[in-house]
């Protein structure tokens, strides 16, 4: 028998999530987000889930290539464009959208042998202070750009630093609106966190993340209970061994954890080579058997233990929910001083994943 550890992916979730964003931001075009693997999910596994999108964004030219090669035929964003003035070749023969953010990358493309004129993404800076050029040069960087010949559509971009939290976007929103206003070209700046919170941002394209996977930008579960998201990635293994604890026994390595009554306790076959967070501290959650309870002791390599007071029924062998539909995601990012999308980015290549398609 297999190590009972497995993740499953559920793409009609997926889907159902894609419907949602639809719902929320109207006439707005949507660029699913499927950069670091589809977020873990795995790229090539869960992209049918989101046939349905307007286009797909991502950062790895490897994965664009998949993606053309698995039949999708529409819109490809690079979303930190191309890093070398050779890989033009790829995104001209793959007809990519590639964002700009540099004045090398303009440069570059006016220098380029192309089959045709490219459509790009000028990301201006506001306040990110990541990529994009000044916000002051918009107009101007605007200006180079039309004048290439080996450009065609232009659409401006920008991110939000704090879109998911009460500092909001409200100010880098008011200086893209300020540079931006005598610039005629389409507009794509909300991310996850704004599609929620700030529907003024939406414009003609939006680029949802975190919330297609079922999980909250702010990683405050309240920020989507109402919108009826669907998690798609659930992590499930098994209960392997029963400890019974003593009055001051210990429990893994460092002994952190010591019994003030007696209780027992359960090993499951998940650890931070699966991919849960070797930081979790005991009280972290988890269910057992459809009951919840929380973890106790340090988590190794390969085991987590926990605390099978709620559950006495628990044995060898019982069901356990790491996360999932149950128990979402960003409650056991919360616990363990993360955040959702590192969960679902870090679940390992150990762990056997099956697909749901319905």
Same mark, same amino acid.
């Given at each position: 028998?297999?190590?009972?550890?497995?993740?499953?992916?559920?793409?009609?979730?997926?889907?159902?999530?894609?419907?949602?964003?639809?719902?929320h931001?109207?006439? !707005?075009?949507?660029?699913?987000?499927?950069?670091?693997?589809?977020?873990?999910?795995?790229?090539?596994?869960?992209?049918?889930?989101?046939?349905?999108?307007?286009?797909?964004?991502?950062?790895?030219?490897?994965?664009?290539?998949?993606l053309?090669?698995?039949?999708?035929?529409?819109?490809?964003?690079?979303?930190?464009?191309?890093?070398?003035?050779?890989?033009?070749?790829?995104?001209?023969?793959?007809?990519?959208t590639?964002?700009?953010?540099?004045?090398?990358? %303009?440069?570059?493309?006016?220098?380029?042998?192309?089959?045709?004129?490219?459509?790009?993404?000028?990301?201006?800076?506001?306040?990110?202070?990541?990529?994009?050029?000044? !916000?002051?040069?918009?107009?101007?960087?605007?200006?180079?750009?039309?004048?290439?010949?080996? $450009? +065609?559509?232009?659409?401006?971009?920008?991110?939000f630093?704090?879109? =998911?939290?009460?500092?909001?976007?409200?100010?880098?929103?008011?200086?893209?609106?300020?540079?931006?206003?005598?610039?005629?070209?389409?507009?794509?700046?909300?991310?996850?966190?704004?599609?929620?919170?700030?529907?003024?941002?939406?414009?003609?394209?939006?680029?949802?993340?975190?919330? %297609?996977? /079922?999980?909250?930008?702010?990683?405050?579960?309240a920020?989507?209970?109402?919108?009826?998201?669907?998690?798609?990635?659930?992590?499930?293994?098994?209960?392997?061994?029963?400890?019974?604890?003593?009055?001051?026994?210990?429990?893994?390595?460092? !002994?952190?954890?010591? +019994? !003030?009554?007696?209780?027992?306790?359960?090993?499951?076959?998940?650890?931070?080579?699966?991919?849960?967070?070797?930081?979790?501290?005991?009280?972290?959650?988890?269910?057992? =058997?459809?009951?919840?309870?929380?973890?106790?002791?340090?988590?190794s390599?390969?085991?987590?233990?926990?605390?099978?007071?709620?559950?006495?029924?628990?044995? $060898? /062998?019982?069901?356990?929910?790491?996360?999932?539909?149950?128990?979402?995601?960003?409650?056991?990012?919360?616990a363990?001083?993360?955040?959702?999308?590192?969960?679902?980015? +870090?679940?390992? /290549?150990?762990?056997?994943?099956?697909?749901?398609?319905?």
């Open positions: 028998m297999p190590r009972p550890i497995a993740a499953k992916l559920n793409l009609s979730a997926l889907n159902h999530n894609l419907n949602i964003v639809r719902q931001v109207g006439t !707005s075009k949507i660029w699913s987000v499927v950069k670091a693997n589809a977020y873990g999910h795995g790229l090539a596994r869960v992209w049918p889930g989101l046939a349905a999108t307007d286009g797909f964004a991502l950062l790895d030219l490897n994965e664009a290539v998949l053309r090669e698995q039949g999708w035929q529409g819109p490809i964003l690079l979303l930190e464009g191309f890093f070398q003035p050779p890989d033009l070749a790829l995104v001209d023969h793959y007809r990519l590639t964002t700009v953010h540099s004045d090398w990358q %303009l440069e570059a493309i006016r220098a380029a042998r192309l089959d045709a004129p490219l459509n790009i993404y000028l990301k201006l800076n506001s306040g990110m202070n990541r990529l994009g050029f000044p !916000s002051e040069q918009a107009e101007a960087v605007w200006q180079w750009a039309n004048s290439l010949s080996n $450009v +065609a559509e232009v659409t401006l971009m920008s991110h630093a704090n879109a =998911d939290n009460h500092i909001g976007a409200g100010e880098q929103f008011a200086r893209i609106q300020h540079v931006s206003e005598h610039i005629s070209a389409a507009r794509c700046f909300a991310n996850s966190a704004a599609i929620l919170r700030h529907p003024e941002t939406h414009y003609d394209w939006v680029r949802p993340g975190i919330i %297609l996977y /079922g999980a909250s930008p702010s990683g405050d579960i920020d989507i209970a109402a919108l009826g998201l669907r998690p798609v990635m659930s992590l499930h293994s098994e209960i392997i061994a029963l400890q019974t604890l003593s009055v001051g026994h210990s429990v893994g390595y460092g !002994s952190h954890y010591c +019994a !003030s009554e007696p209780h027992r306790i359960g090993v499951v076959a998940c650890g931070y080579a699966d991919g849960y967070p070797r930081l979790a501290p005991g009280g972290t959650p988890i269910r057992v =058997d459809g009951v919840l309870t929380h973890t106790v002791g340090a988590v390599m390969d085991m987590l233990t926990v605390d099978l007071t709620p559950c006495p029924q628990a044995g $060898v /062998g019982s069901k356990v929910e790491v996360w999932g539909e149950h128990l979402p995601i960003d409650n056991v990012a919360a363990a001083g993360t955040v959702g999308y590192e969960l679902m980015c +870090a679940l390992a /290549g150990r762990v056997p994943v099956t697909v749901q398609r319905s």
